[in-house]
């Protein structure tokens, strides 16, 4: 009989009880409520990173493959082989020989990006950039990348600045 009571004593010593059961959900819930809005923001502050840290290696590969192929490399979305201010698009990387804007004769593609979230948007005032053998951009080219977030999002877009000797910078911006 002791042996028994014994081992019922230690059989309810190894769980929970409903009550602690509840009170750790209530707490639990209560912590993801509060914190849900920030880890939203983190995740859009994430992509937005993330596709401006895309976007500027996508220039630098353009850039750096136009010189050592002495040759011209646009940077563009394409719809029907020419050059079009859709950023929002898939972006093309292609050897442009006659720095035309359009995917003609030999000229062939070398990466293509794809499209940004459609929430956010990215425009550039220019329809490409076009890298020359010597690393600067072709003609009127230079501007500002604008990558903007949601507005109820409230945080700061980003842009990526083009100089017209192809070299980039990104810093905040309040053009959203």
Known sequence: MKFLKQKCLNSQMNGFSLIEVMTTCCIVSILLAISSPSYTRLLAENERDNTLSLLKTSLIFTRIYAIKNNT???????????CAK??????????????????????????VIDKMNEIHTLTYPRIAVT??????????????????????LNLKGKRITVSQTGRIRIRDTDSC
């Open 72 to 82: 011209n490399v646009s940077l563009c979305p394409l719809l029907s082989q020419s």
């Open 86 to 111: 859709e950023w929002h698009k898939p972006i093309s990387i292609f050897v442009d020989f006659n720095s035309n804007q359009k995917l003609d004769g030999e000229d062939y593609i070398l990466k």
């Open 131 to 152: 890298y020359r053998a010597d690393g600067s951009i072709d003609g009127f080219q230079s501007g500002s990348f604008v990558y903007c977030l949601l507005e109820t």
